[in-house]
């Protein structure tokens, strides 16, 4: 062999070297992103299982979002964009690692969290393994295995709540997931999460207001604040939105002027998932943001209120948040009417920022 031959093939296994180092870190990725995120190696029993002791429970669970959670939408959506076959299973793989067994189709289950029924004698699977899950499952790193997740390849984020409470006012209180998503109240067990804006998104009705509307002539401006302390609003991944409507309305209701603002997280997709983040105007924990809109001229009458209505919207990612592209308007969860200055609407009055107003507030 010439010394020619030699350097090309010792350059050619120093370039195989240095690229194998550089995927090593996306490939391990890839292979933990698809690692299954329950427990393998034994057939789950099932919900109905466990309904026969903990029918409350069972019952919470089943209307919940999460028993839904394999048969997300969202999730089909992007596994039928798949040209191949192979495609499909390759990226099942993590998508059914989070959303509960395939074969079982109960979404996230029983046993998905508290561990797989693998002997006949319930009680005693409940001292072994139950009891002892508890203290895990209560930890918020548990809950982000499937709530936390990162492009295997750009490293920019997929699923974000995680990191959205790592840094909230809530993991600074010591208040975790199970604390707010998990808690029992006066009805029963509380028990929502982000599908929970598909099947009743009037649970966040208390989590958001609008208030503080100032009206001047030439425009108003309005405040729109996340109560929730552990996490933005919307949280997870790029596709659900905040649609915040405003409608300028007159003494009969009827719309002079409408505007809107959405809240969300844009990403372009890369390898069929959201592969790089190219905005995010998502309201942060506990942040109140003032918003401003200017008020067309030449209405054809006089308004006499803004009536604001907040409702949750599903956006494929590749669509890059457009909003009209969005897969059916989602039932509004949250309204409220500001009746203007001079007018006798009912609702809360808005603050009178017109020049007049300013002149009488000071006086002569």
């Known amino acids: 062999m010439t010394r020619k031959k030699k350097l090309v093939l010792l350059s050619s296994a120093a370039l195989a070297i240095v690229a194998a180092a550089a995927m090593y870190g996306p490939i391990t990725r890839m292979m933990a992103f698809k690692t299954p995120r329950y427990e393998t190696g034994a057939a789950f029993k099932g919900a109905d299982s466990c309904k026969r002791c903990h029918r409350a429970v069972y019952d919470e669970w089943r209307a919940s979002g999460s028993a839904r959670a394999t048969q997300d939408p969202y999730m089909h959506l992007v596994l039928a964009r798949q040209p191949y076959l192979p495609n499909r299973m390759m990226l099942g793989e993590p998508c059914y690692a989070c959303h509960g067994p395939k074969a079982l189709d109960e979404g996230i289950s029983c046993e998905v969290c508290h561990g797989i029924n693998d002997r006949d004698d319930v009680m005693e699977v409940h001292r072994r393994k139950y009891a002892l899950n508890l203290d895990l499952i209560r930890r918020p790193d548990a809950c982000a295995a499937c709530h936390e997740a990162i492009h295997p390849l750009t490293n920019d984020p997929i699923i974000t709540t995680f990191a959205e409470w790592k840094s909230s006012q809530a993991a600074r209180q010591g208040v975790g997931c199970v604390d707010c998503h998990m808690k029992r109240d006066a009805t029963g067990h509380v028990y929502h999460g982000g599908g929970s804006r598909r099947v009743d998104p ?30 933005y609003l919307p949280t997870g991944g790029p596709e659900p939105a905040l649609l915040m409507e405003l409608a300028l309305t007159d003494k009969d209701g009827r719309t002079l002027h409408a505007f809107e603002a959405a809240f969300q997280r844009k990403s372009r997709p890369v390898m069929s998932f959201p592969g790089h983040t190219v905005s995010d105007n998502r309201l942060r924990d506990g942040e109140t943001r003032t918003l401003e809109f200017q008020v067309p001229t030449g209405l054809v009458d006089e308004p006499a209120s803004v009536l ?13 948040g457009d909003i009209k592209k969005a897969r059916g308007p989602s039932p509004k969860f949250y309204e409220k009417r500001f009746a203007l200055p001079g007018s006798a609407e009912p609702g809360e009055p808005a603050t009178d920022t017109t020049t007049a107003a300013l002149l009488r507030s000071r006086g002569p």
Do not use: C, P, Q
């Open 308 to 320: 604001v209505t907040l409702r949750f919207l599903d956006i494929d990612f590749v669509d890059l």
């Open 202 to 231: 009037s649970v966040y009705r208390d989590d958001v207001e609008v208030k503080n509307l100032k009206y001047g002539r030439a425009g108003f401006t309005i405040e729109i604040e996340n109560k929730i302390t552990g996490h």
